[in-house]
């Protein structure tokens, strides 16, 4: 399992490269279909990797920061121009107007937070802006906050991994339960709002 992550991951990086790279991070946090993504460790090991000489570091955090910024943006607007349309059915049981109604309640109330910390939870940083978009937060703000957490995200993560590397000899040894800690670190809020939930119920 260790070599098929650490093989996985550094292939990857060394196959798509940075447009390879821009383009994962756009499709998971502006297209529904990229919830799939390994976002986090993708661009932690970008950073290492770049630390080995493989990209500019100043290139690949501001092309990660741009694709980041620009997903959540195209998120957004899918969520702004579908949702009202989704919601407009009285009798369905999924897409009730309700629920955009307490949509909207909760990214007022919400919303800046969730798309800072959304950016750092798997799955969640896929719907996040689009469920922002169906909740009618401003974009204005919506794009403050999209900014601040795409510069956390996109650029401190590769960072991280790009000092880590630099800092340490032989760092590559212990790149996979770096990677995996960073996997398993990103799933502790979404399992602890799920067990809160569940509590929550009993």
């Given at each position: 399992?260790?070599?098929l992550?650490?093989?996985?991951?550094?292939?990857?990086?060394?196959?798509?490269?940075?447009?390879?790279?821009?383009?994962?991070?756009?499709?998971?946090?502006?297209?529904?279909?990229?919830?799939?993504?390994?976002?986090?460790s993708?661009?932690?090991?970008?950073?290492?990797?770049?630390?080995?000489?493989?990209?500019?570091?100043?290139?690949?955090?501001?092309?990660?920061?741009?694709?980041?910024?620009a997903?959540?943006?195209?998120?957004y607007?899918?969520?702004?121009?579908?949702?009202p349309?989704?919601?407009?059915?009285?009798?369905?049981?999924?897409?009730?107007?309700?629920?955009?109604?307490?949509?909207?309640?909760?990214?007022?109330?919400?919303?800046?937070?969730?798309?800072?910390l959304?950016?750092?939870?798997?799955?969640?940083?896929?719907?996040?802006?689009?469920?922002?978009?169906?909740?009618?937060?401003?974009?204005?703000?919506?794009?403050?906050?999209?900014?601040?957490?795409?510069?956390?995200?996109?650029?401190?993560?590769?960072?991280?991994?790009?000092?880590l590397?630099?800092?340490?000899?032989?760092?590559?040894?212990?790149?996979?339960?770096?990677?995996?800690?960073?996997?398993?670190?990103s799933?502790?809020?979404?399992?602890?709002?799920?067990?809160?939930?569940?509590?929550?119920?009993?």
């Open positions: 399992m260790e070599s992550l650490h093989f996985d991951l550094i292939a990857l990086v060394q196959t798509v490269g940075i447009i390879g790279i821009a383009a994962i991070i756009f499709a998971e946090t502006g297209l529904l279909i990229g919830f799939f993504f390994p976002g986090d993708l661009l932690f090991t970008a950073g290492f990797l770049a630390s080995q000489g493989m990209f500019p570091i100043v290139l690949l955090v501001a092309v990660c920061f741009s694709a980041a910024v997903g959540d943006s195209v998120g607007a899918i969520g702004a121009r579908l949702g349309r989704i919601f407009t059915k009285e009798k369905s049981r999924l897409f009730r107007r309700e629920h955009l109604e307490r949509t909207k309640a909760f990214y007022a109330r919400h919303g800046g937070k969730t798309i800072i959304a950016r750092f939870i798997p799955i969640i940083r896929t719907f996040a802006p689009t469920l922002a978009g169906v909740g009618k937060m401003p974009y204005p703000t919506f794009l403050a906050y999209n900014m601040v957490g795409g510069f956390l995200w996109g650029v401190c993560v590769p960072l991280a991994g790009y000092f590397g630099s800092a340490i000899p032989s760092v590559d040894k212990y790149l996979v339960p770096i990677v995996g800690g960073i996997i398993i670190v799933l502790i809020p979404a399992i602890r709002e799920y067990t809160r939930m569940r509590a929550g119920r009993t």
